[in-house]
């Protein structure tokens, strides 16, 4: 059974700093790209970082400088280090799990939330 679990979500202060995890099973992690998304009310799933099997990373705009992505293959785990969190980044995070530029799993997603 396909499993994709993120945690470390949470309410944080604007500039504050928060560590998402994506702890998967069933899956050879180490095939995939992996990536986190997220999406605020009213607006549509956007990606904000995504890392492939050989390391190569890909963030957002809006991301780049404060957001770090990072994965640990050996506990099919990635993760995103968010820092200098503003109030638009609020939103429910997902963890996607990709074949090249097809999507083939997701996560349930965590809610992170910017606010003081």
């Known amino acids: 059974q396909v499993q994709l679990v993120e945690s470390g979500g949470g309410l944080v202060q604007p500039g504050g700093s928060l560590r998402l995890s994506c702890a998967t099973s069933g899956i050879a992690f180490s095939s995939y790209t992996m990536g986190w998304y997220r999406q605020a009310p009213g607006k549509q799933r956007e990606l904000v970082a995504q890392m492939t099997q050989g390391g190569s990373t890909n963030y957002a705009d809006s991301v780049k400088g404060r957001f770090t992505i990072s994965r ?3 506990k099919n785990t990635v993760y995103l280090q968010m820092n200098s969190l503003k109030a638009e980044d609020t939103a429910v995070y997902y963890c996607n ?4 530029s097809i999507t083939v799993y997701w996560g349930q997603g965590t809610q992170v939330t910017v606010s003081s």
């Open 72 to 74: 640990d293959n050996a």
């Open 97 to 100: 799990a990709a074949l090249g």
